[in-house]
């Protein structure tokens, strides 16, 4: 299976958290091919250098090193995104700039997303958690 992380997916991964879920864990561990976003890398990146987030800076290898592919960043994905709606989710407009990419890449892949924010499976993408 291919299959796409959430950013907090992947630092729970990366860390060993025990708020990874099972099944979350178990698809990653078995997925043919688990892929980290390019949004997602710089998702993490950027927090991490504004100090909002507390992660060794060899993540990158670390995540390497447990066999993440990265999913560039293709013409069709940003068709994707361009055509996405703005849907308010829980009372509040949707805008996350890394998670409307992140959707737009899985809906263009076909790919389900390992995460548990249910306003990204709002846009009809499979989640797993």
Same mark, same amino acid.
């Given at each position: 299976? $291919?299959?796409?992380?959430? &950013?907090?997916?992947?630092?729970?991964? +990366?860390? =060993?958290?025990?708020?990874?879920?099972? @099944? /979350? $864990?178990? &698809?990653? #561990? !078995?997925?043919?091919? @688990?892929?980290?976003? /390019?949004? !997602?890398?710089? *998702?993490? &990146? %950027?927090? $991490?250098? +504004? =100090?909002?987030? *507390?992660? =060794? #800076?060899?993540? @990158?290898?670390? /995540?390497? /090193?447990?066999?993440?592919? %990265?999913?560039? %960043?293709?013409?069709?994905?940003a068709a994707a995104l361009q055509a996405l709606p703005f849907l308010t989710v829980a009372g509040r407009a949707h805008s996350d700039p890394f998670d409307r990419l992140l959707i737009a890449q899985a809906l263009a892949e076909a790919v389900p997303i390992v995460g548990r924010d249910g306003a990204l499976g709002a846009y009809g993408v499979s989640l797993i958690w």
């Open positions: 299976m $291919r299959l796409l992380l959430d &950013a907090h997916t992947l630092l729970w991964w +990366l860390g =060993g958290d025990g708020q990874l879920s099972g @099944p /979350a $864990r178990s &698809a990653i #561990e !078995t997925a043919r091919e @688990p892929m980290i976003g /390019a949004g !997602t890398l710089i *998702e993490i &990146a %950027v927090k $991490r250098s +504004l =100090g909002k987030l *507390e992660i =060794g #800076e060899d993540w @990158p290898e670390q /995540a390497r /090193a447990d066999g993440f592919e %990265v999913l560039d %960043v293709s013409w069709r994905h």
